[in-house]
C-alpha cells in the first residue's frame, strides 16, 4: 500500500515557474512507477509526465515538453515536477500517482493517487 501526499501548488504568473512535491509512505515506492495528472474544470484528467522505478525512464505530454521535468528521490520516498516557463493553459488540479511495474499515459493504470495540489497561472 502506497499514500500520497502533494504539495507545491500555488499561483504564480505566465512564464514564472513552481516544484510539485508527492511524498510517499509505504516501503515499496521505490519499487513503483510514478506519474503526474492533472485536471482543468470541464476537462477530463490528462497524463503529464511519469517516470519509471528508476528513475531512468521518463515519458512527457507534448504540451509540457521541454518546460517540466519529472524526477524522483528514493531515498526521500518523493517524486518531483519542476515546472518553468508556466502558461496559463497549465492551470488545473495536479495528482501525483503511483502503479507498480512500468509507466503508463493512461490514468486508469494507476493504483494509487494523492488528493491533488492546485496550480494556477495568470497572464
Known amino acids: 500500500q502506497v499514500q500520497l501526499v502533494e504539495s507545491g501548488g500555488g499561483v504564480v504568473q505566465a512564464g514564472e515557474s513552481l516544484r510539485l512535491s508527492c511524498a510517499a509512505s509505504?516501503?515499496?515506492?521505490?519499487?513503483?512507477?510514478m506519474g503526474w495528472f492533472r485536471q482543468a474544470p470541464g476537462r477530463e484528467r490528462e497524463f503529464v509526465a511519469a517516470?519509471?522505478?528508476?528513475?531512468?525512464?521518463?515519458h512527457y505530454a507534448d504540451s509540457v515538453k521541454g518546460r517540466f521535468t519529472i524526477s524522483r528521490d528514493n531515498a526521500r520516498n518523493t517524486v518531483y515536477l519542476q515546472m518553468d516557463s508556466l502558461k496559463p493553459s497549465d492551470t488545473a488540479v495536479y495528482y501525483c500517482?503511483?502503479?507498480?511495474?512500468?509507466?503508463?499515459?493512461?490514468?486508469?493504470?494507476?493504483?494509487?493517487w494523492g488528493q491533488g495540489t492546485q496550480v494556477t497561472v495568470s497572464s
Open positions: 517516470i519509471s522505478w528508476n528513475g531512468g525512464t521518463t
Open positions: 509505504g516501503r515499496t515506492f521505490s519499487k513503483h512507477a
Open positions: 500517482a503511483g502503479k507498480s511495474y512500468s509507466t503508463s499515459y493512461y490514468h486508469y493504470d494507476y493504483e494509487y
